[in-house]
């Protein structure tokens, strides 16, 4: 029942942002034709472009059509990337960059996460430091800068990683993976400093439970009590963090994929919207959205298995 | 102790908002002055911060460049303050289904990140410090809505606006002259961290190629056009991204140092 609510609900936010990303740009001020053209383009040039995106024909029946195309993976055609190629798989060319830039980042930050932040909920002392300064140092350096330091740093200066582009996983799986460190790292700095900070105020008040004074007071070593007691409780409201960080990580890829010349989603969402390829910002906001909308539902599902009072309830 | 993020804090943005003031009225060179056969020279008693792969004057720029960054962080912050605080006032004030409609539409704006925002501005209104000063105010608004929202459902009960009713005052005077500065403490620390977080963006935006447009500096635009040269010349990717990273770590320690001198028990490090 309740992943079936859940899934139900996914579906539903999932058609909301299909409506969101096609009305935001065709219901806005101005042409898109004549947005895409310039304002002093060719009458006749704007007309063709019009009849190629649909325009004259009414509204719902572009929105239709487009629905269907997506339910077909059918994105529409790139109206600047050699004009007319499938803006589908110039997403699929994107993907398997950014999703495991994304998993990597996510990985770091809730491993570093939940190893500082169990030390800072142990040690008071240590723990305040901790989260001080990682928090006032992540919030305060600019993602673009550290990449352009550490690019210096460790890929040209140390020579460990390479300094920017990514091979094909094909071709060099390992050096793919390599590529994908530095900018995984510079992703994953502001995220770490909050995930800290949540497993800290967690694990803190899961601590002051009567559950864990039984267990101490049975003479459990702390250890037990920390790592398999407290923890997974814990981690309940770690899990929440995780999915509204995503959205910060999937607009952040934008970023660190430009520093680092990334041929990922954010670079192709980037590219679009200063090429104004309308289809292809469509296209790749509302793949963007969808990926944040799945892994939420993804994280919802492991709720109950986290925390069995979610399932008794409702 | 106790006040080191407040001193060290302003301290820091004072030297910040002083330079780019200074830059309004002096700047060692015109910054966007080119000089070709003085291109990367390193920190010198001529470039006190050495030049770019323009010949132009690091110094300079970094002075003039700081003005979009502060532009977004003062127009960002005070409109998404006025119409947030006002949208949440209201909501928190007659609460039922107003409360309702703003809070579900600021909810919905909060899940999105500034950047995203700012890439559907210049999808409209093409790039320019416009889209950015936009994305950065809209941003804003869901903040302040929220925290004014959630002030205004605990003070409303208390019992000096009980007393305020009974006397008769028109519901504005009880909201902006009663319940209004009993939050303003909140919402100041909160504008300090919503500055801090509007010059990142900007920087980040610029440095995206979003913003500020050539030959025009701003801090987040030298990054990206010295990226290339940063191991060559260090000095031209060191310089603009300290800027950055110095006003917002001031601006981040100013929010703390107020949050701690006004409301310890809302401090994150007891």
């Known amino acids: 029942m309740y992943w079936l609510r859940k899934f139900f609900a996914m579906l539903l936010t999932l058609g909301l942002v299909t409506m969101a990303t096609f009305f935001t740009f065709y219901l806005l001020p101005g042409d898109p034709a004549a947005l895409i053209l310039g304002t002093e383009a060719d009458p006749e040039a704007l007309e063709l472009l019009r009849s190629q995106l649909g325009l004259d024909r009414p509204l719902l029946a572009q929105y239709s059509s487009w629905l269907q195309g997506v339910l077909r993976g059918d994105l529409g055609s790139s109206i600047t990337f050699s004009r007319g190629y499938p803006v589908s798989s110039l997403i699929l060319d994107a993907l398997p960059v950014t999703i495991p830039l994304a998993l990597l980042s996510i990985g770091i930050s809730l491993a570093l996460g939940v190893v500082l932040g169990t030390v800072a909920a142990v040690n008071r002392g240590a723990g305040s430091f901790i989260i001080q300064y990682l928090s006032q140092l992540s919030l305060s350096l600019p993602a673009f800068w550290l990449g352009i330091l550490l690019i210096q740093w460790l890929a040209v200066g140390l020579g460990w990683f390479p300094p920017s582009g990514i091979p094909r996983w094909s071709a060099d799986p390992a050096g793919a993976m390599l590529s994908l460190v530095l900018p995984a790292i510079t992703l994953s700095l502001p995220r770490t400093a909050v995930l800290t900070r949540t497993v800290r105020s967690a694990l803190q008040e899961t601590l002051r439970e009567d559950y864990i004074r039984t267990a101490r007071s049975k003479g459990l070593p702390e250890k037990t009590v920390i790592f398999s007691h407290a923890l997974r409780n814990a981690l309940v409201s770690v899990s929440t963090v995780t999915g509204i960080q995503l959205i910060q990580l999937i607009a952040g890829t934008i970023v660190v994929e430009q520093v680092f010349s990334l041929p990922g989603l954010g670079r192709l969402m980037l590219a679009a919207v200063l090429l104004r390829d309308l289809p292809l910002v469509q296209g790749t906001v509302f793949v963007g959205a969808a990926l944040i909308i799945v892994v939420n539902f993804l994280l919802d599902s492991l709720y109950p298995w986290l925390d069995p009072r979610v399932r008794v309830e409702r | ?270």
């Open chain 2, 1 to 270: 102790m106790q006040k080191y993020n407040l001193w060290s804090g302003s301290i820091l943005v004072g030297i910040m908002v002083l330079i780019t003031v200074v830059g309004f009225v002096y700047t060692p060179e015109l910054p966007n002055k080119m000089d070709i056969g003085n291109q990367l020279q390193p920190p010198s008693p001529e470039h006190l911060l050495g030049t770019d792969n323009y010949g132009r004057d690091i110094l300079s720029r970094i002075m003039v460049g700081g003005r979009p960054a502060l532009e977004a962080g003062i127009v960002g912050v005070v409109i998404g303050l006025s119409l947030g605080t006002w949208l949440g006032a209201v909501a928190g004030y007659y609460r039922g289904w107003v409360e309702e409609v703003v809070m579900r539409l600021a909810d919905g704006l909060y899940a999105l990140p500034s950047i995203l925002l700012a890439l559907v501005a210049v999808t409209l209104l093409g790039p320019g410090q416009l889209s950015i000063l936009a994305a950065v105010a809209i941003a804003n608004v869901p903040i302040f809505a929220r925290l004014t929202r959630s002030a205004f459902i605990s003070i409303r009960e208390a019992e000096f606006v009980a007393a305020a009713k009974a006397m008769g005052l028109r519901d504005s005077r009880i909201i902006l002259r009663h319940i209004l500065p009993n939050c303003s403490s909140l919402l100041l620390v909160q504008a300090s961290v919503s500055f801090a977080n509007a010059v990142l963006a900007e920087a980040s935006l610029s440095y995206l190629g979003l913003g500020t447009q050539p030959p025009d500096a701003s801090w987040g635009r030298m990054l990206k056009e010295a990226q290339a040269f940063a191991g060559q010349a260090p000095w031209t990717v060191i310089f603009p991204g300290l800027a950055i990273a110095l006003t917002v770590l001031g601006l981040n320690r100013l929010g703390d140092g107020l949050r701690d001198l006004w409301d310890p028990k809302l401090s994150p490090h007891e």
